[in-house]
């Protein structure tokens, strides 16, 4: 369980059940889950935390489904379970079918070894990749 | 410098530069960066290397630019200094725009917080989650 | 269950229950928890990584509390379960209040991100933090 | 160099500047650090996060050199140079002296060395751990 | 359960069945293990992943249970649950002792402290260290 | 520069000089490396932390090259800069030749992406795996 526990929408402040309120809106859906109710028990935490990722993840230059997929590839390579499990479920929602699943899992794969070799061989950046 | 230096085509057995070939007219460019002129020590693992890479990078389910944005974040999150500024460069090639790094920059760093919100508050994985 | 399984008390050798004893005289508990029981299996890291721990956590110019702190804000980082779990309890041992759990998640969260985006945008030192 | 460059005050728009000003108000202090001039190319990224960090940072049941002591140990820990260097500064301006440093150092080392052991030996959570 | 669950013997496709058969006949047992029908959804990662850890873990100036000590390390550091599980039976099979596997532990969990020692006290690279 | 510099040989206390004697003596040379120079600041953190990996690198079950690889794959895995340099430096003293750095890399590489896939993937451990 959750280190302080859950909190459910009906044992819920009022300030806490503005940010539900607001998530259930902005994503459409009826469902809280646990990270949300966990975090209640930090209400300045839940609503700052609430406010970044809903700007954050907003359409805009990428869009909703790419946001997600980036953010699964953290998830994988930090090996989040909790974060795996939730957003491999949104990203899903956002679009993402079996083909791109597999398809990011490979290149966060390659991604995560490259970065090992590119480390272990020392290897200098380029002249021409310095900004 | 690189733990072994770096391998020049002049300089290099026919084995690699049949991989440094690929490279080129693969990516369409004469350029061939110190990460290859590196593992060129190992041809091995350069043309295993290179081969997994052409492959998993290769337009399928998700187009080059929304891979590379993935590679990008992976890189991030590993904080490794090479393969952040070469993939940086090979997403702008890709087409990532000022703004679409800015953006992927945010949601890798949101991601990367929330990961570890997830995890400290010991968050159980809510069923609906589970596959 | 751990790999090679718990050493129980009884079932300890002498130079295993000198320092199951020394943990429980230090720690002014009758219990041992599931590490050192797994460690026992390996009677020289077990001597050698609980009197490091001893001290390293003892009282200096830090004090028991804040060091537990810190302990919890690394293995948060980590994502390491079992630490998580038994270093919340050690934490709250020392003194932790709910209040200063979720203060330290917010801040472990934040530095998990702003290190992605230091690393991300690829941000050099100011010459005044060069050492 | 940073990956778009540094944006110095004089050049700063109305809203970035802004944030300058409100850094160097918080901060009492007339320097802004790399981190941020980064961060400008991105004003909603920089307003954002300079918005939470002052949120997160801000005394509360953990006092400021706790919080910034706890940002070190994870910037340690993540290994991110930039973060490292300036934490390191900032730690000391909140009234870190050299002795704290170094029982800092040696915690996070230690809990990075005991959370693998916890890992690698597979050890399985404690029942009086789990909340 | 995996993501996409998993592809047993029976079910899979030709072109799966033959890694299967090629995984069985090289590690000589009649056993395929979870990640490899996890990984079955995507044959084409299937297939690159076996011929890359086939070509990768067979002796050479390595022998395999070199290979599989390292292999364990790593997972140990990145604190992979899966990979701790399995590669600590593919290194007994492959001859790992008891007293092998703490050992490996220890320096292990010392390498991960002294990393961020080295990182934390920002230590600059001796001279001769560098290539 | 490190954070608080580097202390010489001629310049250290009696206590500090006794540890860097017992560094050269095992490791039969005249040079100790920076990273104990900057620990000197702390001589408690330098006398337990040679004390440490003197007892740990020393031969056992696992000779010292392989202890030596391990701790390079580990450093590897964890992008420590400093530690890279030095472990490459220090296997090689103890044996390690460029195809075994080549394939110790190559192994590393590789643990860390199928690390990932794992965790991507979500795969359970099989029955067979828990101790």
Redesign the interface.
């Known amino acids: 369980?959750?280190?302080?526990?859950l909190i459910e929408y009906d044992a819920a402040s009022p300030e806490v059940r503005a940010v539900y309120d607001d998530i259930m809106t902005t994503r459409k859906t009826d469902?809280i889950?646990?990270?949300w109710k966990?975090?209640a028990?930090?209400p300045?935490?839940l609503k700052?935390?609430w406010a970044?990722?809903k700007?954050?993840?907003a359409p805009?230059?990428?869009d909703a489904l790419?946001?997600e997929?980036?953010?699964?590839?953290?998830?994988?390579?930090?090996?989040?379970?909790?974060?795996?499990?939730?957003?491999?479920?949104a990203a899903r929602k956002a679009g993402m079918?079996?083909?791109?699943?597999?398809?990011?899992?490979?290149?966060?794969?390659?991604?995560?070894?490259?970065?090992?070799?590119?480390?272990?061989?020392?290897?200098?950046?380029?002249d021409?990749?310095?900004?």
């Not at 997929?69 to 479920?89: D, K, M, P």
């Not at 083909?99 to 070894?113: I, K, Y």
């Open positions: 369980m959750a280190t302080l526990g469902y889950n646990n990270f966990a975090l028990h930090d300045v935490t700052r935390t970044s990722i700007e954050i993840m805009g230059a990428l790419t946001k997929l980036i953010y699964l590839a953290v998830s994988t390579t930090n090996q989040c379970g909790y974060c795996i499990a939730s957003h491999t479920a079918t079996d083909q791109m699943f597999a398809e990011l899992q490979a290149v966060t794969g390659m991604a995560n070894e490259s970065n090992r070799l590119a480390s272990g061989w020392q290897v200098e950046i380029d021409r990749f310095k900004t």
